[in-house]
């Protein structure tokens, strides 16, 4: 898998200290960047592209992307899933300009080469010419004109694409460890989608993954997941991870509002916090076991977020070295009582671009891209928990975003 | 309702769209509760969700108390840059007086504007909002901003 660096493109060498070392480059170098859609979303990789309630009946398709790439997800008059790239195989123009919607054909606007739903070319205007002028040439096969397609995987009401055909399957590619924490939201109920949020960071795309897979910052930058006991560092926790390194979980469970020596640390903890409407933070068990939050990350573009009742899927779109996009796409179950979804939408105050929680790390990650940018020779510490990559039954670590760049390394050939 | 109470009322609510917005840009956020009803329902939602009947909000707030929670919770326990917002506000119609309530609607328009950077239109909207009368003042019962942009620029921080 690894790639062998054979020109001198590359801004330097990774740190000789391995993966407790990472240097500034990768966050805003162009050529990583441009490896990183090849090697990385374009490779054999598993992209998350939708949820498959979004696309429920023949002729529904969505728009999304697999790393940068735009793409259509669509269900075929068979009821099979497709995915191809938003791209007309002629003059290469993003024809499908719809978020959601329901069609039985694509037309490209123009020329009006049309695309069925499978992606295949099934019509070219003018392709006989026009009073025997013109027209393409004899020899001119539709079949050989198609959209591009991926591969594609569903797994219990999710939808994955991937460029490269020889791909792991996709149980294969996430484990038997990722696979318990998948399902253990996505366990085969109908999904409800709630809505949509999207949004733009002025950071690396990579500086998504380290934030979900570091919960040496939660307990520290959060103050109110932490004044309200809702991950903190002294509960029973753990980080665990599939054997490559790439996907990780960060489980932990809800504790009290008190101080304690986990928080003697924290110089801006309120455990005199109280909130005067409580609705808003009313959370309800609903998933087996004692864990209260699962955060999954999945190699290359994926967060999943089971925060009390609030669960999202956060898909992260590349939009060069120093942006991404985060579209986030909050759901429920298809039975939830309306008291549950009511309690959904509350929760998800905690979410997304004005999240009392998140909020916090939109504004850290463009920080962190403002601090990383100017200084590419630089090179970050990542010693917390140890330099190791194993699994932890703790918070304080940061151990999962060493694993992170293990596998990072092992496939940008680094 | 007649022609002069029409213009008196379109009146007293552009008064009170220009305090609610003069609030918010002087950052008295401590105030910004006080142009609610204790009942009230505030949200900021995405065009996209509104259009499509899809509920979930970017920020949404069930109460007064709501309100001010999410207050305390900006000053004391949020991390973001230092920014200054500004709102322009045009086109308040009125759309409807029924059963004791004001139902208007206006176009707005939040510039921000962050340390170390230009400023940019963050926001574009329509205010859809339900006005009643408490003594002498009137307040939102309901005030619904539903956003254009389908993106929203690193985070949305303060109130719309």
Known sequence: MAVTRTDNLLPGDWPEEGVSRVPFWIYSDPEIYRREQELIFGGKSWNYVALTVEVPEPGDFKR?????????????????????VNRCAHRGVQFCRRQLGNTREFICPYHQWT??????????????????????????????????????????GVIFASFDPEVAPLEAYLGATMIEYFDRVFDG??????????????????????????????????VFLVSFGLFRADQPSAVKMDQTGRHACL????????????????????TDFTLEDPRLLDPVREFPGDATVVMQTLW????????????????????????????WTFFGYADDSEEMVTRRLRQANLMGPAGLVSLDDSEIMRMSQMGTDPYPDAVGVLEMGGRDT????????????????????????L | MTGAARFELKLE??????????????????????????????QIIPRENWDNGLPLATLRCESKAMLRDRVVSLRETSLYAPRYTRHLVSALRITGTDDGVIR?????????????????????????????????????????????????????????
């Open chain 1, 115 to 156: 695309y069925d739903l499978q992606g295949e070319l099934i019509g070219v205007p003018f392709r006989r010419g026009v009073k025997k002028q013109g027209g393409m040439p004899a020899d001119f096969e539709l079949k050989d004109h198609g959209l591009q397609r991926l591969s594609v995987a569903e797994r219990h």
């Open chain 1, 390 to 413: 194993h699994d932890e039954d703790h918070m304080v670590t940061e151990a999962a975003v060493r694993a992170f760049y293990g596998h990072y390394r092992e496939v940008m050939g």
């Open chain 1, 300 to 327: 290359p573009n994926l967060v999943i977020q089971q925060q009390s009742n609030t669960l999202a899927m956060r898909h992260i779109v590349p939009q060069g070295p120093s942006a991404f996009r985060l579209d």
């Open chain 2, 104 to 160: 208007t609607q206006a176009n707005y328009c939040v510039l921000e504007t962050v340390v170390d950077e230009a400023t940019k239109v963050f926001n574009a909207g329509r205010y859809l909002d339900v006005v009643v009368r408490e003594g002498e003042r009137l307040r939102f019962k309901e005030k619904h901003c539903v956003f254009d942009s389908v993106i929203v620029p690193t985070s949305l921080v303060y109130p719309i």
């Open chain 2, 13 to 42: 609510l552009q008064e009170l769209y220009d305090a609610y917005v003069t609030c918010l840009d002087d950052n008295d956020l401590e105030s910004w509760p006080d142009f609610f009803t204790d009942d009230c329902f505030y």
């Open chain 1, 251 to 270: 489980i932990s469970r809800r504790g009290e509002q008190k101080t304690s020596a986990a928080t003697a640390d924290m110089r801006n903890l309120r």
């Open chain 1, 64 to 84: 999304s992307f697999a790393g940068d790439k735009p793409v259509v997800v669509t269900r075929d008059l068979d009821g099979g899933l497709n995915v191809f």
């Open chain 1, 189 to 222: 109920r109908a999904l409800r989608v709630l809505g949509y949020s999207r949004q733009h960071i002025p950071s690396n795309w990579k500086l998504m993954f380290e934030n979900i897979k570091d919960p040496y910052h939660a307990s520290l930058l959060h």
